[in-house]
Every structure is written in C-alpha cells, then in structure tokens.
C-alpha cells in the first residue's frame, strides 16, 4: 500500500514563506508517497528516509557535511558560493569537502561524515549509480542525506530524503523546442551533440529532453554524440575532433550539455576557420554570465538555463528538518531561456 500526501500542509507552509519573503521558494516540490508494509506482528510499518537527531539546532548548531563533485565549472562555481555563502547566513556549520571529480573520493568522504556524525549529508553525486551500500550507511546511521543539484539511481528511495535542483529532462526539452521553433522550414540540420559526464543525472536527462524536444520533426537529426565531462578543455577538444572527421560538413548545430564544453567548442570552430553562431549553431545549457555576453555577441544562439543558486534552499530544507517539518522529495527550482534579446536585457543583472 502506498500513501497518497494532499499536500494542504505543504501548500500553506510555502504560502506563508512567501509572504514572509523567505529566500528559495521553489517552482515545484513533489511530496514522497510511502511505502506501507505490514510487519510480524500484523502492524503496518512506513517505509521513512532518516531524519534528523532532536538536539541539532536547539542545544548547538546543526552541522551539515557537503561533498561537493569538483569544480569543473563556471556553474559549478556559483553552486559552491552559494553553498557557502547560505550556510553562514544561515548559522549552520558547514563541513565542507571537494572531491574533485571522483566518485571514490565522494564515497571516502562521505564516510567520513558518517563517523563524524554530522547532522545532514548534502551532496552533488558525480553519477547515478554506485551510492546504494554508502547511502544505507548513512540511512543506518540515522543520518538524512539531501542531494543538491544531481539525482541518484537507487533501489531503495528512502536512503535519501530529497532532492533540491533542476529539471534537467525539461532543460533538454527546451533546447530542442527552441530549434523546431526556429530552424527554417524545409532545410535539413544535422547535430552534433556534446554530452557532460557519462551516467551523470544532467547529461542523462538533457540528452532524453533533447530527443524528445526535436523528435517527429524530420528536419533533425543527431549525426554525432560525443562524452565530454562538463569542462571546457573537453568542449574544445571534442569539437576539434569532429570538425577534423567530418571537415565541418554535416554539422549545422552543436548542442552542447554546459557552457563551458560551448564556449570550448566556439574557441574549436574558430580555430578551424568558421564562424560559431553563423556557420554553425551552438545551443547550451546553464546560462553562466560569460554564456549570455558569448550569446549577446552573436557566437552562441541559444542559451537554456541551469539554476545554481541553490545554497539558500539546501540550507532552508536543513532548518526544516530540524524543526521536524516533512521535506517534499523533491524540489525543483525555477529557472528560463535566453535569446541574444533576453541576455542583452538580463547581463548587467546577472548574478553568475
Ligand atoms: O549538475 C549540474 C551541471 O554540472 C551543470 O550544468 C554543469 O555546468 C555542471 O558541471
């Protein structure tokens, strides 16, 4: 049997943050459903996520361990600051750790906020599978974690107890609904595709989104799709490769996962005598400031974006916890697009 939440607390818990002009409000939060089992004795039993020790805030601050997943970008960037930046606004102790783009790294540490008994884990999984046994650690050990910004792929859902970030399916989506709605009529488009990290909940569902947002348009095609790993060294290098295997034939559009693979694959196509923007279209995702002024110069046509201010979320839902309030499994923020018109309107405002 599985629960079914009306959501009527949520609704009003979130009516009264707004009118309190709390930071983070989200655009969509999805409640948890339980689980119901029945136990030896006949009782029924709730599947939970753990949640956290009655002290932490009352008697002590609480303590959250973040395992961020490398720097590996502008974005990435942004997302750590803001982690930061909330954490002290907030007056939560942040133990903060990198592990620099390895998921074994992300594991060690991990554990080692286990045996610190920290009383949140929040962190940015480098790919989707892999967490199961760390996770039902942390779970055993009475410890909630929150995942910011990347989903996991596990078998047992309440090993975590929510995820804060994107829609990154929807992201893909908007990329490719842009190109149907743009590309001339009766011309045909080939696309090179420039994915982030392999398995990584991003390029997974940017990739999906994508294909669902060109699909059943015949004018598309994906004629090549490469693995980058969200940095821009990878962007210019993938894109050199292409253009010297095809001689540029063949390529009308590259979408690229990030930003910065974007602007690598901009430097590539220069460097290979043609003009990004005009010769060939470069569509991305993330909205990074140096994105919208490449956009605004015409070197990048289109630009989805990725919000990374998430710290002041991550540090609300903390709080929540620990006031014994019900976090929704997932919160989802509010993000858009931009054309050359809208970055030229937005830059001087842009706060990454
Ligand atoms: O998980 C979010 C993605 O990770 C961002 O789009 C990308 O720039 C980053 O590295």
Known sequence: MFTSPTGGKEAIRYAIDILNKEKGIPKKVILRSQKITTGSTGEPLAALPATVRPKAGKDRPITVGFAQVGMESGWRAAHNQSVIDAAKDMGIQLVYE???????????????????????????????NGWDEVLREAKNAGIPVILSDRKVDVEDDTLWTAYIGSDFREEGRRAGRWLTETAQPGRNYGIAEIQGTA??????????????????????????????????????VLMRQLLRETG??????????????????????????????????????DATKSALQALIVGKLNFVVE?????????????KDLSEGKELPVEIITSEGVFTQAEAKKNISIREY
């Open 306 to 318: 990725c919000n990374p201010l998430l710290g002041p979320q991550l540090m609300k839902a903390v």
């Open 248 to 285: 540029g034939k063949g390529i009308d559009v590259v979408y690229c996962h990030n930003d910065d693979m974007a602007l690598g694959a901009v430097e590539a196509i220069e460097e290979f005598g043609l003009k990004p923007g005009k010769d060939i279209m470069l569509i991305s995702v």
């Open 199 to 236: 398995n990584s909940a991003p390029a997974t569902g940017r990739k999906t989104g994508f294909e669902e947002g060109i699909a059943g348009d015949n004018r598309f095609r994906i004629v090549r799709s490469v693995v980058g790993d969200f940095t821009k060294e990878s962007g210019k």
């Open 98 to 128: 990198n592990a620099e783009q390895s998921q074994e790294k992300q594991i060690a540490i991990l554990r080692k906020f286990i045996r610190q008994k920290v009383d949140v884990i929040a962190f940015s999984p480098k790919t989707a």
